[in-house]
């Protein structure tokens, strides 16, 4: 058993970092702008499925249809929040929430529809298949490419949020919006950025997490919890918290259902409760909270 925790704890830190990449954006919507914006999953699973058809349709090699598929998400994500999402930021948490949860729905009706209810399997190239050599344990070669991805991800999300004047004018817009406004800011435009922004990452996060966890109509609903879970946990608006929440959740899911099979997600879920009941407000909660 001991053997077996060098090897769960990186397979954890691999998993830990798609769920950050699709719930970084969703800390950018919900903790920073304050929406309360459930669909976020299902740019997660437009993300893969513009992978897939990329990759098999039209030949695109591996490399450069992620990069297409993260930014056409993002393009979509902007598309979706001028047409739709913008007309309900001054709306009650519980018209947002109603409505992202239609839009759920309308997802996942509209990929059944286009690409059918089964499982859609990706092909990644040669150099990514097989296993590697890491301080002495033996991981698969796609796993060690999502944490060096996402750690470069991470660090770059970081810095732009938290130590730009990006992150600081969005979070001003939230607070104060006719202030912000009379400052010279644009705040539509900057929300549609901020908007875009998140939706590539979860574009980009649903395109690599294809390979592990499969892509099928059900993805927003299947991944909804974890990544309310995980932005909730790591404090809204904190994309620190975020990150640090989602790494202990993927070592965790992943431990549990390797000694406790039986247990499903339920030692995720208690332990996530329990945590929630010390600290509500989660491990970095914004200060203006």
């Known amino acids: 058993m001991l053997d077996s925790l060098p090897i769960i704890l990186f397979n954890g830190v691999a998993y830990g970092t798609l769920l950050f990449l699709m719930a970084g954006g969703l800390s950018i919507t919900l903790g920073l702008m304050g929406f309360a914006n459930l669909a976020h999953g299902a740019f997660g699973m437009l993300g893969g499925y513009l992978l897939v058809t990329l990759m098999d349709r039209l030949g695109w090699p ?76 033996t991981v698969t070669r796609y796993r060690l490419f999502l944490v060096a991805v996402g750690g470069l991800i991470t660090a770059g999300l970081i810095l732009a949020i938290e130590y730009t004047s990006f992150g600081a004018k969005v979070r001003a817009a939230v607070d104060n919006r006719r202030m912000t406004m009379s400052c010279g800011i644009n705040v539509d435009r900057l929300f549609v950025l901020a908007f875009g922004l998140g939706t590539g990452l979860a574009g980009l996060g649903g395109a690599l997490s294809v390979r592990l966890v499969g892509l099928s109509p059900l993805f927003p609903l299947q991944y909804l919890t974890y990544l309310m879970l995980v932005v909730v946990v790591g404090g809204l608006g904190s994309i620190g918290g975020t990150l640090a929440a989602s790494l202990a959740v993927g070592v965790i899911d992943v431990g549990s259902k390797y000694f406790f099979p039986e247990a499903g997600s339920f030692v995720v879920y208690g332990l996530t409760a329990a945590f929630l009941l010390w600290r509500p407000r989660g491990l970095f909660p914004r200060a203006s909270a």
Request: charged letters at 10%.
């Open 62 to 137: 591996f490399p450069l249809a992620v990069c297409a598929a993260a930014i056409l998400t993002g393009v979509a994500g902007m598309m979706a929040e001028q047409a739709v999402f913008r007309r309900f930021y001054r709306a009650n948490e519980l018209d947002q929430v109603l409505m992202t949860t239609a839009v759920i729905f309308m997802a996942v009706a509209g990929a059944s529809f286009v690409w059918g209810q089964s499982q859609m399997p990706v092909r990644v190239p040669a150099y990514l298949n097989g296993t590697a050599t890491l301080l002495g344990l």
